[in-house]
């Protein structure tokens, strides 16, 4: 499938969804304390969304069970909202969601500490979130998207971290996962060249230990192997004329 070009009308609707996305983290955000359940989170992303008019799209997703996708700790991506995961203090937790709304989808993910997290945890978060940043600003059209995973790993691989390459970011519009992959790790000058009017969900998951993964019995929840702590930090993004615009973040977050 070829990479599809967004109309100037298309990148509007993407970035209404994108306001609804903006209001839900700080939604999630406000909730994210010791005591409550993944279950009662997930409940509170449904209800933001649909009273936003939107549609929480993972709903059903290759059956996927739950309005989002909430992962604790070791759990890197896809874990399922459930009654008996509890947030704890010095957790983290990841909340990956995909806002539907007027025919268009946006995908993004936040990870956040739980109460008082350890100094070294706390240093993933914030690595994770700079791989997507020092990435992304590096977007115009001409550069092949390699640069971007590159740049990924680079900033990851340089803290001793690692990075999957089992999962990827994605391209994004009617359809949640479109052509081209995004992948967290790769060869400058590789890949396809970006152009204007493509929207990419670029989501860097970083490992504190190794990359290596499994997935529960449930078919969904990825957890690293040696349980050491992971993080998804997640943004939809359309590339401009001459750079790049972020759908589906608050102003002032950028860094
Ligand atoms: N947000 C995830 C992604 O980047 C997707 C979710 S899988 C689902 O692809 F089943 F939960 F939708
Ligand atoms: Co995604």
Redo the contacts with the bound molecule.
């Keep these: 499938m070829a990479i599809i070009i967004k109309s100037r009308r298309e990148i509007e609707l993407m970035k209404i969804a994108g306001k609804v996305m903006i209001g839900l983290f700080d939604e999630l955000e406000k909730h994210t304390k010791p005591g409550i359940s993944t279950a009662e989170l997930d409940k509170i992303a449904c209800r933001y969304i649909r009273s936003n008019g939107a549609i929480p799209a993972c709903k059903g997703y290759e059956g996927f069970p739950g309005n989002i996708c909430i992962s604790v700790n070791d759990t890197l991506i896809h874990g399922i909202p459930s009654k008996k995961i509890i947030l704890k203090d010095g957790d983290i937790v990841s909340y990956d969601c995909v806002v539907f709304k007027d025919g268009y989808n946006v ?1 993004a993910c936040r990870t956040f500490p739980v109460g008082n997290v350890k100094e070294e945890t706390l240093h993933l978060l914030e690595t994770t979130k700079r791989c997507f940043f020092e990435a992304v600003k590096l977007i115009k059209p001409g550069v092949h998207l390699g640069d971007i995973s590159h740049k990924i790993e680079e900033t990851a691989t340089k803290e001793g971290y690692s990075l999957t390459e089992d999962y990827t ?2 391209g994004i519009g009617k359809e949640m996962h479109e052509d081209p992959y995004v992948p967290n790790v790769g060869e400058k000058g590789s890949g396809p060249i970006l152009k204007e009017g493509m929207t990419l ?1 670029i ?1 860097p998951m970083v490992n504190e230990g190794k990359k290596d993964l499994y997935t529960l019995e449930d078919g969904w929840t990825v957890k690293t192997r040696d349980g050491k702590m992971c993080a998804h930090y ?1 943004n939809t993004i359309v590339v401009t004329k001459d750079g790049y615009q972020i759908l589906t973040l608050k102003e002032g977050e950028e860094i």
């Design positions: 995908d970011g994605h969900a989501e997640e």
